[in-house]
T-cell receptor, first 115, second 113 residues
Framework: AQSVTQLDSQVPVFEEAPVELRCNYS??????LFWYVQYPNQGLQLLLK??????LVKGINGFEAEFNKSQTSFHLRKPSVHISDTAEYFC?????????????FGKGTKLTVNP | KAGVTQTPRYLIKTRGQQVTLSCSPI?????VSWYQQTPGQGLQFLFE???????NKGNFPGRFSGRQFSNSRSEMNVSTLELGDSALYLC????????????FGEGSRLTVL
């Protein structure tokens, strides 16, 4: 069974500092990888996705992630965070090869950006 | 374009009752998935429907069921509610269910007393 591990449950940073949210996955087949963000009292919004091709993926709001197959990682980065980036971030994996929409999510990382 | 709409947003039930939650997907989207979100277990997949057929199901008891109508709108039902069913239930839609780009609603928050 696939699983996703988000290594940090909470990450506090100061505004304009860089941030990296870590994600590792386990899967025996090729995977699609995603990062979603959840703001308070809202649903999830897709930040970025890796389906194939370039291992460096750029998403919305200045975020990017790098797929590393050998380390089974898909860490999320942003070079300079804003107060408005305060939210919970979820890494997710789905089976490739046309599997229907069943995502396995990590437990989430709460990012708090302090002034 | 209207987003995914879930109703009701909040509801309170007592143990033993049943509940029905509704989800209207984005226009043109044919796949609807349901997830349960709790502080302890995180986000867990319930089931996915495509063209009125359940294509995939998570590891939840039979008390959790769903259906999809011809207009792609979906409902999920939980019978004989237990305290542990208290959660945020999220509906997500996508065009065809194969790319992982899900569009989520704001959820229905269920409290079971």
């Amino acid at each position: 069974a696939q699983s996703v591990t988000q290594l940090d449950s909470q990450v506090p940073v100061f505004e304009e500092a860089p941030v990296e949210l870590r994600c590792n996955y386990s899967s025996s087949v090729s995977v699609y990888l995603f990062w979603y963000v959840q703001y308070p009292n809202q649903g999830l919004q897709l930040l970025l996705k890796y389906l194939s091709g370039s291992t460096l993926v750029k998403g919305i709001n200045g975020f990017e992630a790098e797929f590393n197959k050998s380390q089974t990682s898909f860490h999320l980065r942003k070079p300079s965070v804003h107060i408005s980036d305060t939210a919970e971030y979820f890494c997710a994996v789905s089976e490739g090869q046309g599997g229907s929409e069943k995502l396995v999510f990590g437990k989430g990382t709460k990012l708090t950006v302090n002034p | 374009k209207a987003g995914v709409t879930q109703t009701p947003r909040y509801l309170i039930k007592t143990r033993g009752q049943q509940v029905t939650l509704s989800c209207s997907p984005i226009s043109g989207h044919r796949s609807v998935s349901w997830y349960q979100q709790t502080p302890g277990q995180g986000l867990q997949f319930l089931f996915e429907y495509f063209s009125e057929t359940q294509r995939n199901k998570g590891n939840f008891p039979g008390r959790f069921s769903g259906r999809q109508f011809s207009n792609s709108r979906s409902e999920m039902n939980v019978s004989t509610l237990e305290l542990g069913d208290s959660a945020l239930y999220l509906c997500a839609s996508s065009f065809d269910g194969f790319t992982g780009e899900l569009f989520f609603g704001e959820g229905s928050r269920l409290t079971v007393l």
